[in-house]
């Protein structure tokens, strides 16, 4: 080979890896930057359990872990000969013996404690890690303590309703669906697939063992939509809750009561949505028929 062709060949070879370079394909972003993509907003959490003494008097549902005893309590702010005075339905000593020896109660450090004739204390619940609940231990029995309606769920003064009676809607009010949406309710984060949510119409509402306990109508429409309590409803527990509007986003379907709280829940197949987090009694709504044209 002359010297004239090897010099050529060598500057061939020298440019060969910048010509490589150049004319490469562009690589792929890498996977970790769709990682970094924003994260669909959650559910707003809202704060039910009371901070202080002056939160507690109104409604609570009281029931015994894994069985259908439940019984729905009113804790009032009056004083009384052992701490508190509550009252429940005469029945509720029955579902729950445990209540033949409870007198009143109190609220010390942050915790609730139901206690007898002499102030000792029968029940003494504190919160779940959740925070929407109450809980308590006796012997080998575990109670929950959810509450309905009590005054640390007030929104503030100039969202309560004035009428008498507001916010205890009695089974099957009219009009339980026809209220504006409660001011304090979080707005509607962006919601998730249509195919996912909830189809209006009427769903039956089923505790632990105990079916068809109370029925609900989803109305369809703009969220947060009416919700109407229908006639015949035996449940005292969704009675006091009195829901009148939902909403479905990030694959929980919301209902929001008249006084500002809420209930969430989540799909578990064949049209059934239960409550999460999962609290004291079962509660499961299943949709029995769909919204009237």
């Known amino acids: 080979m002359s010297r004239a062709c090897r010099i050529a060949a060598l500057a061939l070879a020298l440019a060969a890896p910048a010509l490589a370079q150049e004319t490469a394909p562009p690589q792929e972003a890498p996977a970790s930057s ?5 994260a669909a907003p959650e559910v707003p959490f809202v704060e039910t359990l009371p901070r202080d003494i002056a939160g507690v008097p109104g409604t609570w549902d009281l029931s015994r872990d894994g069985s259908t005893r439940r019984c729905v309590l009113t804790l009032a702010g009056a004083s009384g000969p052992a701490g ?3 009252s429940f339905p005469a029945g509720c000593r029955r579902a729950l ?6 007198a009143g109660w109190l609220f010390t450090d942050g915790n609730l404690r139901l206690v007898d004739k002499d ?10 890690v959740d925070a929407r609940s109450l809980v308590a231990a ?6 929950s303590l959810v509450p309905l309606q009590i005054v640390a769920m007030v929104p503030p003064t100039d969202a309560v309703p004035t009428s008498p009676g507001a916010g205890y809607a009695g089974a099957g009010s009219a009009g339980a669906g026809s209220a504006a949406p409660d001011a304090r309710s979080a707005p509607a984060p962006e919601a998730a697939p249509a ?5 209006p119409g ?7 063992r105990e079916q068809d306990v109370c029925r609900i109508e989803l109305t369809p429409g703009t969220a947060p939509a009416p919700v109407r309590i229908l006639d015949h409803c035996r449940d005292g527990g969704l009675t006091v809750f009195d829901p009148v509007s939902w909403r479905f986003a990030n694959g929980h379907l919301t209902l929001n009561a008249r006084r500002g709280h809420i209930v969430n829940l989540v799909a578990t197949g064949d049209g059934r949505w239960r409550r999460d987090p999962e609290v004291g009694t079962t509660f499961v709504l299943r949709r029995v028929e769909p919204a009237a044209p």
């Open 119 to 128: 102030v000792r204390p029968v029940l003494q619940f504190s919160a779940r």
């Open 195 to 199: 195919g996912d949510a909830p189809a």
């Open 202 to 208: 009427t769903y039956a509402l089923d505790r632990y």
């Open 138 to 143: 006796a012997g080998d029995e575990h109670f």
């Open 84 to 86: 508190r005075r509550l």
């Open 97 to 102: 013996p445990i209540l033949n020896g409870v």
């Open 34 to 38: 769709a990682a970094s993509a924003p």
